[in-house]
Every structure is written in C-alpha cells, then in structure tokens.
C-alpha cells in the first residue's frame, strides 16, 4: 500500500504540469526561441510544436527496427514486476510506455521526453486506452525533471546517443532512482568499419565510452545481456549506487 500511495502521490504532483500541457509547450518553445537551456541541431525537431508524431510512428513502430521487433525480448531483458515504478526516458511515440503499463500493474510508468508533441501524444493516447498508471513528463535537455528516489527503474533507449549534456542527464537520472535501481540502455554498436555510414555520422561514440560515462555517474555495471533481435544494438544493465 506503501509504494502504491507514493505513486499515486507522484502522479499527482506531475500531472499538475501534465493538466497545464499547454503553459509547458509555450515554456518549452520560448526557452528555444531564447536559446536558454536549447537543444542542439540534432534534438530541435523534437521540441518543434509543429512536429507530426504520425511521421515517427511510422518510423519507430515498425518491425523493421530492431528495439521494436524485439520488444518481447526487451522486455524479459528489464525485468519489471507489478508494483515497480519505471522512467522511459526519451520515450518517443510511446510504444515502450504502453508495454510497461501492462507489466508494472499497480505500479507506475512516467513517460519522459523533451518533445511536447510526443508527451501530448502518450498522455492522449493513454487516456483513449484506459491507461491509469502512465505520467507524460516534459523534460530538460539536462535533466529528466523526475522527483529524487521516485522510480526504482530507469529505460533509455535508442536515446542515450541524443543527450545533449549527458553528465547533467545522467546525474538527475541517478537522484530519480531509489539506491540499488536499475538503468538499461539500449544503443548502437558504433565500430569503424563495421557500422552503417548513418550510425557512424548520428552516434556520437562507442559502447565502450557510453558505460565509461554512466559509470563515472554514479551507476554500476551490471551486465551485457544479448538480444537475439539485435544486430545493430546492444543492451547494458546498471545499478545505481
């Protein structure tokens, strides 16, 4: 009952900004029309109010991407239990969001991502399919805006490689997580010779810098856990310390 009244106490503060959705998109827009705290040319789409959620949709909710067609295995690789509470930081259209509702039951799912279309969308269509355990949160480029100790899961996927300030991402990451939380992070293998041209010019490094940089952030290497799915991606599991 414990942790169901703290969720419920959680969802509430945050669905006092999620109630103002429009007061947030005209802060999120001002912020970018006066350079404080802007996303960089990579990520300012995504803060576009005239961004269509249908384009990506079509471009994240596809078989032929990867972290999508391997979802079932994805899922079994985070291992969420009812009652668990989970951030889905850079969550997208939201796909990710809607299986964790189902996996977590009485606990909570808190829909982070910097795009206001995107949060519009996911609070949506939470609403149109009866999600009750499912928060949208705006964030900041540098900080998922999360409570401290308010989930004890944290999910990033194919989304780590777009953090702008990733020590400043990480850090309010690691205050979200009650001690001992788990992180998973999905990216892309980046090797030369070996990776596509595309992966080579949007990921900024390799696996091996990404788990450098969360670790020096306060997390502990768990494990690699292979994706059978997965040619292009890997997964990383960490603790927080």
Same mark, same amino acid.
């Given at each position: 009952?414990? /942790?169901?009244?703290?969720? $419920?106490?959680?969802?509430?503060?945050?669905? $006092?900004?999620? *109630?103002?959705?429009?007061?947030?998109?005209?802060?999120?827009?001002?912020?970018? !029309?006066?350079? +404080?705290?802007?996303?960089?040319?990579?990520?300012?789409?995504?803060? @576009?109010? =005239?961004?269509?959620?249908?384009?990506?949709?079509? /471009?994240? &909710?596809? &078989?032929?991407?990867?972290?999508?067609?391997?979802?079932?295995?994805?899922?079994? +690789?985070? #291992?969420?239990? !009812?009652?668990? /509470?989970?951030?889905?930081?850079? +969550?997208?259209?939201?796909?990710?969001?809607?299986?964790?509702?189902? *996996?977590? #039951?009485?606990?909570?799912?808190?829909?982070?991502?910097?795009?206001?279309?995107?949060?519009? %969308?996911?609070?949506?269509?939470? #609403?149109? @399919?009866?999600?009750?355990?499912?928060?949208?949160?705006?964030?900041?480029? @540098?900080?998922?805006?999360?409570?401290? !100790?308010?989930?004890?899961? !944290?999910?990033?996927?194919?989304?780590? %490689? %777009?953090?702008?300030?990733?020590? @400043?991402? $990480? +850090?309010?990451?690691?205050?979200? $997580?009650?001690?001992?939380?788990?992180?998973?992070?999905?990216?892309? =293998?980046?090797? =030369?010779?070996?990776?596509?041209?595309?992966?080579?010019?949007?990921?900024? *490094?390799?696996?091996?810098?990404?788990? *450098?940089?969360?670790?020096?952030?306060?997390?502990?290497?768990?494990?690699?856990? =292979?994706? &059978?799915?997965?040619?292009?991606?890997?997964?990383?599991?960490?603790?927080?310390?």
């Amino acid at each position: 009952m414990r /942790r169901v009244g703290l969720s $419920l106490l959680l969802a509430s503060m945050l669905s $006092l900004g999620c *109630a103002a959705q429009s007061e947030a998109e005209q802060a999120a827009a001002g912020a970018v !029309a006066a350079g +404080a705290d802007a996303p960089s040319e990579l990520n300012a789409r995504f803060v @576009d109010p =005239e961004m269509d959620v249908d384009e990506w949709i079509g /471009r994240f &909710e596809v &078989e032929s991407r990867e972290v999508f067609a391997a979802r079932d295995e994805v899922m079994a +690789a985070v #291992g969420l239990s !009812a009652g668990d /509470r989970i951030a889905d930081i850079g +969550a997208g259209t939201g796909f990710y969001t809607r299986l964790f509702s189902e *996996a977590v #039951g009485d606990g909570w799912v808190y829909a982070v991502d910097i795009s206001p279309r995107f949060i519009e %969308h996911i609070n949506a269509s939470a #609403g149109r @399919d009866g999600l009750q355990n499912v928060t949208g949160v705006l964030s900041r480029v @540098d900080s998922v805006m999360l409570p401290p !100790a308010s989930v004890n899961h !944290a999910f990033i996927c194919d989304t780590y %490689h %777009h953090f702008d300030t990733p020590a @400043d991402t $990480l +850090a309010s990451i690691h205050a979200a $997580l009650e001690p001992g939380g788990m992180l998973t992070v999905i990216d892309f =293998e980046r090797i =030369e010779g070996v990776s596509s041209d595309w992966i080579m010019g949007h990921v900024r *490094a390799g696996k091996e810098v990404f788990r *450098a940089e969360i670790e020096a952030a306060g997390f502990a290497f768990v494990e690699e856990i =292979e994706i &059978e799915g997965f040619e292009q991606n890997y997964l990383l599991k960490f603790r927080r310390k």
